[in-house]
């Protein structure tokens, strides 16, 4: 078979033509497919029974350009097989959070998994103040397993350095460095490049002033550096809260929590990962500024927020640790090595973060949790503490010694 862009019919004799599927759905049966995309990349549908949705499974195919951006911004579908690379791996590490690979096809560039049929993507239920208490705990031990695994301190060397050769994900690093790194933080780009930023008119002085920031450049080119240079350990790559899944709460405010998504999974610096995460959680603390009725429940979300913070570290630095002392060498069981290790992370965490906190509210991607306040004012009040936040974040990562100091800097600026 060669290479065609699926859609909601011609998917389901794809699947009837795979051996692979026939253990997941009866496909003899009569079937039925829907479209769900809604990432910015690829094309997403569900495969299911006919009545008997709850045989289905999820058919992810990349298409020779960028979905939202449609066919002129050209990307080599080739990223279906990073992904399907770091999905086998994440699922290794951390088989409860990730969901359940079944194929992946290189000629058609589609990766099937299991589908997530009653799991949401994140952001809408953050936007309406719903909990997840065991989300930053279940995070910190996602990127606990999943960056212990993949590093020098949970591989031999050789073998990563293998894999390493896997994870050449020349394209998406180059957005990453392009929208995170660099497109923000500059008015005019070299010749040839193009700018992708999209802002709002209000926000125009903040970000002049942001731009004409030569020091805040300067860090910044520093940790875009940093995330070209540093090969710690196999990063998602790109885990904001539109890359995590949750079933509906139960009465104890937990639910089933998935990490999806790894497309841009290369071997990075560890704190960019956990960085994204967090600055995720703080981007909707700040919009709750527009979305929450009234201030008790927007502090009490905030509150909700922090603690899963809190709860992210922790659980990460603990896990980290904890499989530092079973590492494959003495070198990495020195107490003093640990706690420079643990402290140079979190100061990536805070670095990165901020970078993200500043290009979900400027640059070409932005987030619903910000984009959906009601309120113009109240939209331009939002983004102006994303940019305070994320400058000063930046301007102190490198002075960060707990992650209490972090979190200050964070909501100094949102509680002021
Ligand atoms: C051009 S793709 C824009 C953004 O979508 C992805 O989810 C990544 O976050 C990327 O930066
Ligand atoms: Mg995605």
């Known amino acids: 078979m060669d290479y065609f862009i699926l859609n909601s019919q011609t998917v389901i004799d794809y699947v009837r033509s795979k051996p692979e599927a026939k253990n997941l759905v009866d496909i003899s049966a009569k079937l039925e497919a829907e479209e769900l995309s809604d990432g910015n ?185 940093r995330f070209m240079t540093s090969s710690q350990a196999l990063l998602h790559g790109d885990l904001h809260t539109g890359s995590i899944m949750a079933t509906q709460p139960d009465g104890h405010h937990n639910a089933d929590i998935r990490v999806i998504d790894p497309e841009f999974a290369f071997f990075g610096p560890i704190g960019f990962d956990v960085g994204l995460f967090v600055a995720n959680l703080f981007l909707n603390a700040s919009a709750q500024h527009g979305h929450a009725p009234d201030q008790n429940s927007r502090d009490a979300y905030r509150s909700y927020l922090f603690q899963q913070y809190r709860f992210c570290w922790e659980i990460f630095e603990l896990g980290f640790r904890k499989q530092l002392e079973r590492a494959n060498s003495n070198s990495w069981r020195s107490k003093t090595f640990q706690d420079m290790l643990m402290q140079g992370i979190l100061r990536d965490t805070a670095g990165f973060a901020g970078c993200e906190m500043i290009r979900r509210s400027v640059g070409f991607a932005h987030v619903f949790d910000v984009d959906s306040v009601a309120s113009d004012q109240k939209r331009v009040e939002v983004l102006e503490m994303n940019l305070e936040i994320g400058m000063k974040l930046i301007k102190n990562h490198q002075h960060i010694s707990g992650f209490s100091e972090l979190e200050n800097i964070v909501r100094e600026v949102i509680e002021a």
């Open 41 to 225: 990349l690829n094309f997403v549908f569900r495969v299911f029974e006919s009545g008997n949705r709850a045989k289905s499974i999820l058919v992810k195919q990349a298409v020779p350009y960028l979905r939202v951006a449609g066919e002129s911004w050209r990307l080599s579908p080739a990223r279906a097989g990073f992904e399907a690379r770091a999905l086998k791996l994440e699922h290794q590490f951390a088989p409860e959070v990730v969901p359940v690979p079944y194929w992946f096809d290189e000629t058609m560039f589609v990766n099937v998994m299991e589908d997530l049929r009653v799991h949401e993507v994140m952001r809408k239920p953050m936007v309406n103040r719903v909990r997840f208490n065991n989300l930053g705990a279940t995070i910190g031990d996602f990127l606990a397993k999943t960056l212990f695994g993949t590093s020098d301190f949970g591989m031999e060397a050789s073998t990563k350095k293998v894999l390493m050769t896997q994870f050449a994900n020349t394209e998406l690093c180059e957005i990453t460095e392009d929208l995170i790194f660099t497109e923000p933080f500059e008015a005019v780009l070299l010749l040839g490049k193009i700018n992708r930023n999209q802002f709002d008119p209000g926000i125009k002085p903040a970000l002049e002033k942001l731009q004409a920031d030569l020091e805040l450049k300067a860090v910044v080119a520093e940790l875009k550096y």
